[in-house]
């Protein structure tokens, strides 16, 4: 079965910093680019930072540009996401999710982790 | 960025209704929008890719038309599980971004 894991999520205050992670199963990992979509309580959905099969190319929304590093292993079949500098609007659900297609940098999200709370509040 | 916008916000329909959703983009985006599905709690399903192939295993009542900056998501005929909120999502061009949601509910 194709899954995504997330874990890492919590409570931190203003300033701090948590690392996500997020394992995947069922699937090719070193294949498919990866991302992380997150969504504030009761708002929609933001894509947040996207990392490519090799991690040559990575892309980061401008709100956690410059706070937020992303990175896979692609011998554990793992993503994660560096989060510093935290902020209160930071506070969302974290997502994990694969492309759909192989190799391609933009591309649908077809599989999605079950989300992670990230609470920023001191 | 490219901007996305949906109408209507929220919609309420009875069992077998078709329902019609309206995403737009700020700029042409081609056929590069996807379509998801969230219920409350849950983490997004993709539905629709590239405007209108339908996902493997997504009920064939789902479909999406369009191209440039209009597109469509229809469902032809509503079921108490469509319950949800619905996005559209370009891949265009980075950032990738969402349209607001249309929530959906039974009246």
């Known amino acids: 079965e194709v899954q995504l894991v997330e874990s890492g999520g919590g409570l931190v205050k203003p300033g701090g910093s948590l690392r996500l992670s997020c394992a995947a199963s069922g699937f090719t990992f070193r294949s498919y680019c990866m991302n992380w979509v997150r969504q504030a309580p009761g708002k929609g959905l933001e894509w947040v930072s996207s990392?490519?099969?090799?991690?040559?190319?990575?892309y980061y929304a401008d709100s956690v540009k410059g706070r937020f590093t992303i990175s896979r292993d692609n011998a554990k079949n793992s993503l994660s996401l560096q989060m510093n500098s935290l902020r209160a609007e930071d506070t969302a659900v974290y997502y994990c999710a694969k492309h759909l297609r192989r190799n391609t940098v933009e591309d649908a999200f077809d599989i999605w982790g079950q989300g992670t709370m990230v609470t920023v509040s001191s | 960025d490219i901007q996305m916008t949906q109408s209507p916000s929220s919609l309420s329909a009875s069992v077998g209704d078709r329902v019609t959703i309206t995403c737009q983009a700020s700029q042409d985006i081609s056929h590069y929008l996807n379509w998801y599905q969230q219920k409350p709690g849950k983490a997004p399903k993709l539905l629709i890719y590239d405007a209108s192939n339908l996902e493997t295993g997504v009920p064939s009542r789902f479909s999406g038309s369009g191209s440039g900056t209009d597109f469509t998501f229809t469902i032809s005929s509503l079921q108490p599980e469509d319950i949800a909120t619905y996005y559209c999502?370009?891949?265009?061009?980075?950032?990738?971004?969402f349209g607001p949601g249309t929530k959906v509910d039974i009246k």
């Open positions: 999502q370009q891949f265009e061009d980075l950032p990738f971004t």
């Open positions: 990392i490519s099969t090799d991690s040559t190319y990575i």
